[in-house]
């Protein structure tokens, strides 16, 4: 249901965006966001659900509560190609896959390709949900730069599954895949409820690309 609000083509024409924090972005690498509350009902009623909501306070360990419409349903996507030129220009052998998945891993993270480069979110924690990625795609995981500069993918990023994230905190990429395979995540954000601490939330990394949009903080 998610995907099918999202891919709407009066949703696309409205709401998508260009990558412009992505690394090596081609023409199957877009954003949509800010749908869910006009466009996209269950997707909106999904991310301002108290049960998930309750879900990820419990695994953070503070009370959160979704934060606002700009970040509400933020959609990554990058898409397979079909066209055979492209994907002529693809790795095509299992070791032709792994050198260059190690090759992204042993370099510079700001390198990784990605529908998302480097960066911190403007929300204090962020939630990841892997829509679509193949189990024979490699690549297209979540990475986290770690103090040493190091890029460490999430392992396991299965549909459905999702991964926290303390966004103003934790550098990380959203990964391509490797493979000619789909990689697309749903991403909610929340903040901090509880009225006895700070959250650190702010528009930093939210930018309109494609589209002009109104940024509407709670």
Do not use: C, W
Not at 63 to 72: D, G, H, R, W
Not at 75 to 96: R, Y
Request: aromatic share 4%; proline share 6%.
């Amino acid at each position: 249901m998610i995907l099918y609000e999202a891919l709407q083509p009066q949703v696309i024409e409205k709401y998508g965006r260009l990558p412009n924090l992505a690394t090596n972005a081609t023409r199957l690498d877009f954003h949509i966001g800010g749908h869910a509350a006009e466009d996209a009902p269950f997707t909106n009623a999904l991310a301002r659900s108290p049960e998930i909501t309750n879900i990820v306070s419990n695994f953070f360990g503070e009370e959160l509560e979704p934060v606002y419409n700009s970040e509400t349903a933020h959609i990554n996507l990058s898409l397979a190609t079909m066209d055979e030129a492209e994907k002529e220009k693809l790795p095509q052998t299992e070791a032709e896959i792994k050198e260059l998945l190690q090759k992204q891993d042993s370099g510079d993270g700001n390198k990784i390709p990605s529908t998302l480069g480097l960066h911190y979110d403007s929300s204090t924690v962020t939630m990841v949900v892997t829509l679509d990625l193949p189990k024979e795609a490699v690549g297209g995981q979540t990475a986290i730069v770690t103090g040493d500069e190091k890029a460490v993918r999430v392992p396991e990023p299965k549909v459905g599954h999702a991964t926290i994230i303390q966004g103003r905190v934790l550098k990380h990429l959203a990964s391509k895949p490797v493979t000619n395979h789909n990689r697309i995540t749903f991403v909610n954000a929340y903040a901090v409820a509880a009225p006895d601490k700070l959250d650190n939330t702010a528009l930093t990394s939210t930018k309109p690309s494609k589209i002009g949009s109104v940024l509407e903080a709670r």
